[in-house]
């Protein structure tokens, strides 16, 4: 009678481990910020940090996710050396994906101006490589892709034990929960830190509104327009004193 007790008591142990289908990760972003630096521009990396490290949260039910800025943690990076004063400011974020409908609505900030982007989730051509390891007590596996279209490499890791098909950014398209993630070979890193799976507030795991409405590739165009404007930096800006 014990041994059945037992066996009932794992089942529905497991049963409600695969019921983690609401609450919200917590992740460290860190992103390689020589990395996107021109390779010539050697004052720029006398000044910045080569590392940029922030928090980030995805809240998350079974088909929708929230992907956002922690602001209580937002800092401004302040430095100043010879008469150079920098500022590294973590930009608003907010993507919202609906994966039942199959769209996307982003809220993206850009030289301190919201604009709105609405989009079509595409399905991810992941591989799985057979590779697996534990993470926060929930057991991966690993996915990896080729993203021809941003010239990119992606290797992530999810979980089938949090049954929601997103993940930091805009990746996802898995069986499951991606709780980390590396991008082109560590320039940027997603790593979650803690799953509060009681923690959801249902009413914020909405889709952002304010901004002004652009396509994605309008607002592509628009970044790499100004990109070039500044001889193709990074985004920084250098204040000289």
Not at 106 to 128: A, S
Not at 159 to 187: F, K, R, V, W, Y
Request: hydrophobic share 35%; aromatic share 8%.
């Amino acid at each position: 009678m014990k041994q059945v007790l037992l066996v009932i008591a794992l089942l529905l142990a497991n049963m409600y481990k695969y019921l983690d289908n609401q609450g919200v990760i917590l992740y460290e972003q860190k992103v390689n910020m020589h990395r996107r630096l021109p390779a010539d521009d050697q004052e720029a990396r006398q000044f910045i940090p080569e590392f940029q490290t922030s928090k980030m949260e995805l809240l998350f039910n079974k088909m929708e996710s929230l992907f956002r800025t922690v602001e209580e943690e937002e800092e401004d990076m302040d430095m100043e050396s010879g008469g150079v004063h920098i500022k590294i400011r973590q930009p608003e974020l907010a993507i919202f994906k609906n994966m039942s409908e199959k769209r996307s609505v982003e809220q993206r900030e850009f030289l301190d101006k919201k604009y709105l982007i609405e989009g079509d989730i595409v399905q991810t051509p992941w591989k799985l490589t057979g590779e697996s390891k534990e993470i926060l007590g929930y057991k991966c596996q690993q996915a990896t892709y080729k993203d021809t279209a941003q010239n990119r490499k992606v290797v992530a890791w999810f979980t089938g034990d949090i049954p929601c098909p997103s993940g930091p950014e805009m990746l996802g398209s898995l069986p499951g929960m991606i709780l980390e993630a590396d991008i082109n070979d560590g320039e940027v890193v997603y790593t979650a830190l803690k799953v509060d799976t009681k923690g959801l507030d249902v009413k914020a795991l909405k889709a952002p509104t304010s901004g002004k409405k652009m396509t994605r590739e309008e607002f592509k165009n628009m970044v790499d327009e100004h990109m070039k404007q500044m001889g193709g930096g990074s985004g920084i800006r250098i204040i000289r004193n």
